[in-house]
């Protein structure tokens, strides 16, 4: 039986928030397919901090304002290059997704244009990003830098062609990180039509000389440089933002040579373990880039209280990454509209019983954290 066969037709009714659809998801998919997507890397300390950390962060409740104007909508990047999303909520960037379902990225496309919310598409889709292009509005296109940069224009003017309106380039997974869960339940990645990577150039292997390291001077050697991202910069006046940032310097190097947005994200826990979680490296990036220039956040998101902490800390937006899974294996298109909706309204009801009638209202002195006070 295919994964697309056992998904469901509808939602059952005892899934009433993001986590729920985990339950299922353990049931449909087999073991070595629920490692890798649920595994960290090593320890697994940082997948567990991203969660742990949201939980620390309390909202007050605050009372008399005045929701007659109140809405969610959020604005990105600035000038002629400025774009409303419906709310600050987007797909994060997620490779392979017909390991759990078919249709794929398509699948996850129609949902994102069901919900009116930005899907980012992976240079790692199952599907080519000239087909998930046509289910869905708003799509941003996510760049994994390769070796040489034919390879990355002739992607980038696929997605442009395509109608994505952002490019995203990966920074902090120039290595796989020691996916040690996946490595012990024996995961490889099956070598079938709906998985093989459709959307990679090929090129071949540099060599290396006696005594080097593949990973050091093999891997690491193909990775972006500061230079190559003025480059980049150089190609498309579409916003740019780089995916993978964990340290305030590499923010602000990023801002300095032209780039619009920011995503502080350590990969899903999947990168570097021990990493800080994400929500709490987002303080200082937001400091040191100053308010104005745009900030996402991924890694973590489970509930719509930790979209409204995130914005509270600094984050223009939030992207959701394993949840999509979930809900997709669970239920197809059908389960990820699902999954973005409880987020939405989960949303929505905490800005209301915080007292914030709109996302321009969250702020710091929305939440509380044991390490401060009001002052």
């Known amino acids: 039986m295919t994964t697309h066969q056992q998904t469901m037709n509808s939602i059952p009714t005892d899934i009433v928030c993001v986590d729920d659809y985990l339950s299922y998801t353990n049931k449909i998919l087999p073991l070595p397919t629920l490692e890798y997507i649920n595994g960290g890397v090593a320890d697994d300390i940082t997948l567990n901090k991203n969660t742990s950390s949201f939980k620390r962060i309390s909202i007050y409740n605050r009372v008399l304002s005045d929701f007659s104007h109140a809405q969610i909508r959020s604005n990105l990047f600035s000038g002629d290059k400025k774009q409303e999303l419906s709310s600050p909520i987007l797909l994060a960037p997620v490779a392979h997704q017909s390991l759990v379902h078919d249709d794929g ?3 996850t496309a129609q949902a994102a244009h069901a919900l009116d919310m930005p899907m980012v598409v992976s240079t790692l889709a199952s599907k080519k990003i000239e087909d998930i292009a046509n289910h869905t509005d708003k799509k941003w296109f996510q760049l994994y830098w390769q070796p040489n940069k034919e390879a990355n224009l002739a992607l980038i003017q696929r997605a442009i062609n395509s109608g994505y309106s952002a490019i995203v380039i990966t920074l902090d ?11 012990r339940a024996g995961f490889t990645l099956p070598n079938n039509i709906n998985i093989n990577l459709k959307n990679l150039p090929t090129s071949p292997a540099k060599p290396l000389n006696k005594g080097d390291s593949v990973i050091l001077n093999g891997f690491m050697n193909d990775t972006p440089t500061l230079d190559d ?13 780089a995916k993978g940032i964990s340290h305030p310097d590499d923010a602000i190097a990023i801002k300095n040579i032209g780039f619009d947005g920011i995503i502080i994200s350590n990969h899903g826990g999947r990168t570097l373990d021990t990493l800080p979680a994400s929500i709490d490296m987002l303080p200082a990036i937001r400091k040191a880039v100053g308010a104005d220039f745009t900030l996402l956040l991924d890694s973590g998101i489970r509930r719509g209280s930790d979209v409204f902490k995130a914005i509270a800390l600094g984050a223009n937006a939030v992207l959701v990454g394993r949840p999509q899974l979930w809900a997709l294996a669970t239920a197809g298109a059908l389960g990820v509209a699902h999954m973005l909706k409880l987020l939405r309204d989960e949303l929505e009801i905490t800005m209301a019983l915080a007292g914030c009638p709109t996302i321009k209202d969250i702020n710091q002195r929305s939440i509380f954290r044991n390490d401060e006070s009001l002052g």
């Open 173 to 183: 997974a120039g290595v796989n990180g020691l996916r040690n869960r996946a490595q």
């Open 105 to 107: 990225e398509m699948a």
């Open 229 to 241: 991202l003025k480059w980049l910069r150089q190609q498309t006046n579409l916003p740019l933002i």
